[in-house]
């Protein structure tokens, strides 16, 4: 959010924001991934929900965790129940919809 808004004063402005929840926030693995997994590939905004005996494997998104995850990148992933499905992944901790603040940015129009 930071980068957001302070990178962009100059070309966009906020002028809205809204609360909803994510999609079920969940701890999933793949078939081969080892009894306890070492390695959690997360996006930065989910990272506190890594186990602390696993180390984080930052990604782009959500999305992409499930992918890496499926693809044995990383022995576990922080992501949403619909893309650990997607992905045939297996959901071992729900920690159930998080509620998120998202904001509107609008492009500010140059000056003559």
């Known amino acids: 959010m930071r980068t957001l808004v302070f990178g962009n004063l100059r070309t966009c402005r906020m002028v809205d924001s809204f609360l909803m929840p994510t999609h079920e926030m969940v701890l999933a693995v793949s078939t081969a991934a080892p009894e306890k997994p070492r390695t959690v590939a997360t996006h930065p905004a989910p990272a506190g929900l890594v186990p602390p005996y696993c180390a984080p494997r930052t990604v782009l998104s959500n999305a992409q965790a499930a992918i890496?995850?499926?693809?044995?990148?990383?022995?576990?992933?922080?992501?949403?129940?619909?893309?650990?499905?997607?992905?045939?992944?297996?959901?071992?901790?729900?920690?159930?919809?998080?509620?998120?603040?998202?904001?509107?940015?609008?492009?500010?129009?140059?000056?003559?």
């Open 68 to 112: 890496d995850c499926a693809d044995g990148r990383a022995d576990a992933c922080v992501t949403t129940v619909v893309a650990a499905r997607a992905h045939g992944l297996r959901v071992v901790h729900s920690f159930g919809a998080v509620p998120m603040a998202f904001t509107v940015h609008q492009v500010i129009e140059a000056t003559p």
